[in-house]
């Protein structure tokens, strides 16, 4: 007898669900979760306690561009801003006479000027860039050694010695490989392989080395104020290391004996992803949360299986954190001195501040405008 329609219906769905398993659990995915134990998220308070003095922000309108993922003051008294579009932007500090003052065809993501004036770009794709004032581009390093590529060059900051540092963020994952820096960084946190690195890249003798490697996603780079020492962020683990400059292919991930006095974690099981680090005035280092900490990706940390089963799934169904505007100050010592919030995340993806004389620029990852605040917010209680 033939099978009736509402059993043939029965042996589909059933099927169905059985290949949607099989996918769930078989499809192979690029990332090698490896177990780790995330820290009780602290949640907001002491001097997190929720506050709204980052809502509100005054924008300037970039023209259609979009993510001024970092922004800097230049020595001609320019601000200058990188976009998603591979732009270098140039304006006045109030965002008039704005100007394309040079294109790498990649994305930069940090950048700092040498002594010569020239802008030092970690850009993530191309690797570290230096351009001339007049906009000539020029490449400086993009392996530390003959098959040891830098794959994604995300801050940079320049000694008075001259040498540069910059932080790799995974030596795993490319953006240039993975469809962008966002999708990249998300294959390399849910992996917590922990392949970051901060480089040092010595401009006089052209060469490259490993100061310190075993960073869950190396994020942001800053010299303290003697610059003897490297503050650089671990987004993946939700900290600030604190390395010592003269460091050499040293693994935080497993400290020898001895080794802590050249690197310690400054800033501990932090409410959220860091992002940028900047340095400000008065001693201030700027950091940016990109996101906030999600319980769904903590309680994942232990679950490699499960990390594994989230990237089969569609990308409106990952775990990703709510937005929520948060940038904080802290001293060379690890003290916080500012704590700026907007619960409602209306600028997307804070990652940093850049402070001039009067003003705040608020850095970000997709923001289509560049928000700022006036510097007198740092007085208001």
């Known amino acids: 007898m033939a099978k009736t329609w509402p059993g043939r219906l029965g042996w589909g769905l059933g099927g169905a669900v059985l290949a949607g398993a099989a996918y769930l659990v078989w499809w192979p995915v690029p990332i090698a979760p490896v177990a780790w134990s995330a820290p009780a998220a602290p949640g907001y308070q002491g001097v997190h306690a929720p506050n709204q003095r980052l809502a509100g922000l005054r924008m300037i309108d970039l023209k259609g561009e979009v993510g001024p993922e970092h922004i800097a003051l230049g020595k001609d008294g320019k601000l200058y801003t990188t976009v998603l579009s591979g732009n270098i932007l140039r304006m006045n500090p109030d965002g008039t006479d704005q100007q394309v003052f040079a294109n790498t065809g990649g994305r930069v993501l940090g950048f700092d000027f040498d002594a010569a004036g020239n802008l030092v770009a970690a850009d993530a794709v191309k690797g570290l860039l230096s351009i001339a004032p ?11 050694a003959p098959g040891d590529p830098i794959r994604y060059a995300d801050g940079v900051v320049v000694a008075q010695s001259g040498k540069m540092y910059l932080s790799d963020a995974s030596t795993r994952f490319a953006p240039r490989d993975w469809g962008g820096t966002f999708e990249a960084s998300v294959l390399d946190i849910l992996e917590q392989a922990s392949t970051g690195r901060v480089l040092e890249y ?18 942001g780079v800053a010299l303290s104020q003697d610059e003897k020492s490297l503050f650089v962020n671990e987004t993946g683990k939700y900290r600030v290391w604190k390395i010592a400059v003269d460091a050499n292919d040293l693994d935080i991930g497993q400290l020898p004996a001895g080794a802590q006095a050249q690197a310690r974690v400054l800033l501990d099981n932090l409410p959220g992803y860091p992002d940028n680090l900047m340095r400000g005035q ?22 490699p299986w499960l990390r594994r089963l989230t990237l089969r799934l569609p990308r409106a169904l990952w775990p990703i954190p709510k937005p929520y505007g948060h940038v904080v100050a802290f001293n060379d010592e690890g003290k916080v001195v500012a704590d700026l919030q907007d619960p409602a995340g209306a600028y997307p993806e804070t990652t940093a501040i850049t402070e001039t004389a009067d003003r705040l620029y608020v850095q970000s990852l997709h923001a289509h405008g560049l928000g700022w605040l006036p510097k007198g917010i740092l007085k208001a209680p």
């Open 202 to 219: 010595n401009p006089a003798t052209r060469a490259t080395r490993v100061v310190a490697r075993g960073i869950s996603f190396a994020n």
């Open 282 to 303: 008065d001693g201030r280092i700027w950091l940016g949360f990109a996101k906030p900490r999600g319980a769904a990706i903590d309680n994942m940390a232990g679950k």
């Open 134 to 144: 007049n906009g000539t581009i020029r490449l400086l390093t993009d392996q530390v």
